[in-house]
């Protein structure tokens, strides 16, 4: 077995070059590489390729390295909570891809799956359909869209072990698994580390193989977009 156990994880991101494609799992805010993204955020790496399925807010998450400029092109499916990615974005600082939601999801998992390209009706008829192939099927028009890879993926979990087998937690789940099958090397952050064969097997949501390196979090502030309560 072997032990894909890191104590630093700036043993992992010294790794990390400018101009390079990272991908970072969560959902909004949930499930974020907090403590990835706050070392990565310490580095002199610039012109990077950033694939998530949010750009952060604009003290926290991918809002750090936004920030700093370290970000030359933005890949995601929701924008709306960082000011800073508004303003980058309209002063064309800033490239920007938006993907539908399950486009984006499909293109991570496929680049995981070794599968090149998939056709899906979502976006035919708008700015997304520019300039990409199309065809019909029983009478639907669809978009022909490329996989998604990346240099590192940087991903979340609830628990891990020492071979990098992971379990997700609630939303967590959403982008997270799709993105560690899709890194050329995927560095995984968890809340909990446990010895090799304590994990419930089928409970495993993404299997070690898909991962390179695993390392206990030190701290995961989780924080809330926007908070919301019912008056009683």
Not at 113 to 125: K, L, Q, R, V
Request: proline residues 3%; aromatic residues 8%.
């Amino acid at each position: 077995m072997i032990n894909k156990e890191i104590k630093n994880i700036n043993d992992v991101i010294k790794e990390v070059k400018s101009g390079m494609t990272l991908m970072f799992g969560g959902f909004g805010l949930s499930g974020i590489p907090e403590n990835s993204i706050g070392a990565l955020a310490k580095l002199e790496i610039y012109d990077l390729t950033c694939i998530s399925n949010n750009a952060g807010i604009d003290d926290f998450g991918l809002g750090l390295l936004l920030k700093r400029k370290q970000v030359k092109k933005m890949i995601s499916s929701y924008v709306g909570e960082n000011a800073e990615f508004e303003r980058q974005m309209l002063c064309k600082e800033l490239e920007v891809e938006l993907i539908p939601q399950g486009t984006l999801a499909e293109r991570c998992r496929a680049g995981g799956s070794g599968i090149p390209a998939f056709f899906t009706p979502a976006g035919y008829g708008t700015e997304v359909q520019q300039d990409k192939e199309t065809r019909v099927f029983k009478g639907k028009n669809y978009i022909l869209e490329q996989a998604l890879e990346a240099d590192f993926a940087f991903v979340k979990a609830w628990k891990g072990d020492a071979a990098g087998n992971l379990i997700y937690k609630g939303t967590a789940r959403n982008f997270n698994p799709l993105m560690a099958m899709a890194g050329k090397i995927t560095v995984a952050e968890v809340e909990e580390l446990v010895p090799v064969g304590e994990l419930d097997p089928n409970q495993i949501h993404t299997p070690g193989v898909f991962v390179q390196k695993i390392i206990k979090g030190d701290f995961f502030e989780k924080r809330i977009e926007n908070k919301t309560t019912r008056k009683l």
